[in-house]
Structures are given as structure tokens and as C-alpha cells.
């Protein structure tokens, strides 16, 4: 079983994805995490010294080497992940998709509370990240909409998720 979490930073990709994969007796991973770990650097060190082009890039490379090694998980992605290159596709063809939805008050109030490891936000206020959620959740909501699972990410029933995506794999 392969369970991609998608959706805005702060939508709870890894706290959620974590109590899934237990109840679904899978691997979790944290593809920025990942990342990080390839790198020997942060996403926030990566995003200030190489730019987002070159992460994108790294990003999409470490996608297909997790996906040639890895049978049995649930991988959170990064917040633009699915959004650059053939991710998408190359997502959607491995497993089953979600989408962790959150309206951009919720995200903002999340994201504040971990701005400093999220380099799309860094050294902004309150409104900015607002303003800055709106815009990329313009973006990139058509993109997470095409999950094989959208769910309102706010109080979340853990179960229930987990009951729906046990029925794609049937």
C-alpha cells in the first residue's frame, strides 16, 4: 500500500500522516525530511542558498528514488510537491493521493506557530502569511483537488480517513 499526503504547509501532513501510517501498519516518511537528509541541509537552507528551482529540482529527484525503493508507506509531501514537474502524475500512478484541506485562517494560524521551518513564510507577519497562503492556495488548489481523497482537515477524524482509504484498496 503507497498513501501520499498532500496539501498547504500547516494543512498537518506529518502529525496526521503519522497516526495513519500506525493505524495502517505502514512506514512513514516525510519526503522534506528526505530531503534534508540527502542533502545534509534544511529546506529552509536550501530554499536561502540554492533558491526554489533548485529544490523543486532536488524535490522531484528524491520523489522517484524513494518511489524505485519503497513498496510499503505513507509518504507526507512537501506543500508544493505535487504541484512541479510530473509529480503529480508520477503520485497518482504509485498509490493512493489525499488532500488535507484547510481554509487559509486555519493554515495561517498553524504556520505561524512554525514559520521558522517553512521557507515560503519566513520573516513574515501575521497578514503577510495570509496574504501569502491565499495566493498559493489559489495556486495550487486545482492541483490537490485532483487527490483520490479530498478531506476537511480540521478536526479530523483519524479513523474515518483511514476506514476511506483502506476502501480504495479493495
Same mark, same amino acid.
Given at each position: 500500500?503507497?498513501v501520499?499526503?498532500m496539501?498547504?504547509p500547516?494543512?498537518?501532513?506529518?502529525t496526521?500522516?503519522?497516526?495513519?501510517?500506525?493505524?495502517?501498519n505502514l512506514n512513514?516518511?516525510d519526503l522534506?525530511?528526505? !530531503?534534508?537528509?540527502k542533502?545534509?541541509?534544511?529546506v529552509?537552507?536550501i530554499?536561502s542558498?540554492?533558491?526554489?528551482?533548485?529544490?523543486?529540482?532536488?524535490?522531484?529527484e528524491?520523489?522517484q528514488?524513494f518511489?524505485?525503493?519503497n513498496k510499503n508507506?505513507?509518504?507526507?509531501l512537501?506543500?508544493?510537491?505535487?504541484c512541479?514537474f510530473?509529480n503529480?502524475k508520477? !503520485?497518482?500512478?504509485?498509490? !493512493?493521493?489525499?488532500?488535507?484541506?484547510?481554509?487559509p485562517?486555519?493554515l495561517t494560524?498553524?504556520?505561524l506557530?512554525? #514559520?521558522n521551518?517553512?521557507?515560503?513564510f519566513e520573516?513574515l507577519? #501575521?497578514r503577510?502569511i495570509?496574504? #501569502?497562503?491565499k495566493q498559493?492556495? #489559489?495556486?495550487?488548489?486545482?492541483?490537490?483537488?485532483?487527490?483520490?481523497i479530498c !478531506?476537511?482537515?480540521?478536526?479530523?477524524?483519524v479513523?474515518?480517513?483511514v476506514i476511506?482509504?483502506?476502501s480504495?484498496?479493495?
Open positions: 500500500m503507497q501520499f499526503l496539501g498547504m500547516g494543512s498537518g501532513k506529518t496526521t500522516g503519522k497516526k495513519i501510517a500506525g493505524k495502517l512513514f516518511f522534506d525530511q528526505l !530531503i534534508q537528509e542533502n545534509l541541509a534544511t529552509t537552507e530554499f542558498s540554492q533558491g526554489e528551482d533548485f529544490f523543486r529540482s532536488k524535490e522531484a528524491c520523489l528514488l518511489l524505485k525503493s508507506f505513507l509518504l507526507s512537501g506543500g508544493g510537491t505535487p512541479f510530473d503529480l508520477l !503520485i497518482k500512478q504509485s498509490g !493512493i493521493s489525499v488532500y488535507l484541506k484547510l481554509n485562517e486555519s494560524q498553524r504556520i506557530h512554525g #514559520k521551518t517553512r521557507p515560503l520573516g507577519d #501575521k503577510k495570509l496574504e #501569502k497562503t498559493l492556495l #489559489k495556486q495550487r488548489e486545482s492541483v490537490y483537488q485532483q487527490a483520490d !478531506i476537511n482537515a480540521l478536526n479530523l477524524d479513523n474515518s480517513l476511506e482509504i483502506q480504495k484498496f479493495h
